[in-house]
């Protein structure tokens, strides 16, 4: 199998970043498509060039650390997938394959197709923790949560953190993370204790690292790899403004 | 030398020695713990929940990771559950029943004390994560669910869909970001450590490369705790992710901290097979899956059949077959010897024949379909994302995978290496699964180092070490040791060879799969050393990288952790050689039973192998077993 990459190369943040074309030869379909990249790189050593920077570490869809713009879409052509679960076999021979990195303004890049998404651990960093020490628990069954709570907490829980819901969105926004993040501890009886100040430190947060407004286009919820439902981002929206008329 | 490996072990009977060495244990008060500065490396579980820990208890605290998000640590790949003796399901289970069946599964070597504590710590653990709140899975009434797991007869595995190591990372990671807010922990992302700074013999700090700018970095402390997971990618395929390497504790090992059991990998029964060159990693399938399905060959050699059309009287369901009391449910290590045994004796499936069949055609038959989808769909959704074939209709094709170190640095009761001040947490260190680790303990032990075990044990160095003075990177020992990483760093980008890092760890990995994996024999073992020692030279003479040390450079990180995995691997040959026995996941051919099991030599190979690195070479020191309260009995599951 034959592609073309046509890849965003760009040496730091200071510097001015262009596309650049790699004819790739000998790559199979059961190939992933970082393992194509993988093989790209190999070649580029030999020829004494500077290899591609990239993001990945677990490569089995969990870590949430790869993620491209693949195509014009984000993590490739499939919804509800990550870049690393992506195979060769999604492409055609002689096929050109556009890759750029996650664009936007919270997400400055670093190199090549690496961007800084430390806006999301400083929008967890805000509130997404139950404040009690270690060594101060209940017994683990003094609190029954009834099973459809318990799995609509985990269904919010599932994020991956992998930036996908921003980087298709037009307004860059994180909503879809954030709202997923607070539903999961508001929704259970151990974070109700912190939920108000939860949702107006994080949704504060969320505004000054430079996340869009949501718009309710609803693309984050096709890209996004563990499938969490806009529904969380109507949740979200529907407790602020409870909490700002009601107090 | 002997001084050196005491344990430390606490007095009294078994379930008092946790106990009793608290009551012991020195405290310090809480002004003094804010003047005391403790370095953690790794944001996994281990290392995320002694960082929030350590900060909530006033301990000024720096926490390093080498991905861009404290989120990212492998933890988070852990799939099937965690283990505690809750005795939710009134089956008869006990911390004793975990206990023994945790050091039955390990073969008998493991400390008792330790694997007991591992044990008795595990209830309060699923509080801890409850009220932190992981969303477990529930009965309709709210109460817990438990699942099986292999290697034992309860149902004692707690879990959070198919996604449980996620979860309780999440958990970590939002803890220690809690502690982060308070400014009780400075987190440091794409870093890298690239070396240990012992100062008259104590760990005093390290060295880290920033990832970024690539420029080094100097940081001093108390302590320095080190949680870095651990090293089968030293097999390049594994279940591992990419990034993890086994840097951290190989460059503490040279600087003294003993290396125990080295050669104790677990391979991993039902991972996806691999299926060409260019393979980068396995991805693993959960072990929870052999609660529903069941593994089976076809009785007829080089069987071309698709599965459906292999009658039920033609497949071999050689776990049932082999261990009736266990079945599917076998330990993992004699679950995957027993899937080599087939594949090599020509039983194999799949393209390159490397592969078993994992059926659910008998669980969808007798639960239906949508019990089958709410217990595994997520393994099932990633099973198709990958292989591109729907699991619900045809079996899983899996196959042995490295997966998880039983061996580590040495740690005595404390887990306090053999260097002072240096404490080793979670999958890096040696503690409490012996020869085989029994699934779903290895997010519970990693856990317990970190939240419970060290933070109870550090006070009782720290309160001596307030006396002294404190460390500054200004001290010719970080002067010197930062010296000796940039001459490190030059030699790799000097080499300018002509070929690819990635090209020199598929040969180490190849090498390392064929002679020290799931059977090992004294021939192999000696022929793998020399073919390392050369694949070493020729690293250091022919090695291309290309980029600076000064900018983001993927493939220098490549190369300084490869470096490491060559020389770690050449210790792991050694220790399988020296050990002419067989127990757990280590088989040495030469030791078997008639029917092929492994054949322990309690005798002579009764303790755990501690290496200590001698310029380039190793020497071995023995800490002996002693089974106070458990008799060491032969493992069987038939």
Redesign the interface.
Known sequence: MKVTFKIWRQ??PNTKGEFKSYVVDGL?D???F??AL??L??E???Q????I?Y???????????CGVFINGRAHGP?PN?TTC?L?M?SFENGETITVEPWRAKAFPI??DL?V???A??RI???G??????????????A?????AI??K??DA??C??CGACVATCKNASAALFTSAKIN??NS?P??KAEASERLEHMTYQMDIEGFGNCTNTGTCEVECPEGISIKNIAEMNSAWMKQKLLG | MKSQLDPKVPVGPIEKKWQNYQLKSQLINPANKKKLNVIVVGSGLSGAGAAATLAELGYDVKCFCYQDSARRAHSVAAQGGINAAKNYQHDGDSVYRMFYDTLKGGDFRSREANTYRLAELSAPLIDHFVQQGVPFAREYGGTLVNRSFGGVQVQRTFYARGQTGQQLLLAAYSQLYKMIHAKKVTMYPRSEMMDLVVIDGKAKGIIVRNLVTGKLERYAADAVILATGGYSRVFRLSTLAIGCNGSAIWKAHKKGAFFAAPSFTQIHPTALPQSSEAQSKLTLMSESLRNDGRIWVPKQKNDTRVPKDIPEEERDYYLERRYPSFGNLAPRDIASRAAKERIDAGYGIGRLKNAVYLDFKHAIEKFGLDIIKDRYGNLFNMYKKITGIDAYKTPMLISPAAHFSMGGLWVDYELMTTIPGLYAVGECNFSDHGANRLGANSLLQASVDGYFILPNTINNYLADEIKSEQPTTEHQEFENTEHEVQKHVDKILSINGTQTVDHFHRELGKIMWQECAMSRNKKGLKKAITQIKQLNKDFWTDVKVTGNQNEMNTELEKAYRLADFIELGILMCEDALEREESCGAHFREEYQTKDGEALRMDEDYSYVSAWEYQDGDFKLHKEQLEFEFVQPTVRSYK
């Open positions: 040496e730091n199979t059961d190939m992933s970082l393992e993988d093989h790189n190999e580029l050593v030999l004494d060039e500077k290899v920077a993001e990945y570490d677990c490569r089995e869809g969990i870590c949430g650390q499939h997938m679960q195979h076999r670093i190199k690496v800084d998404r430390s999301f651990d967890i960093e805000s997404a923790y139950i404040s009690s020490k270690t060594g101060t628990a209940p017994e683990a069954n609190i029954p949560i009834p099973k318990a799995d907490a985990m829980a599932a991956i953190g999961h501890l259970l151990q974070g």
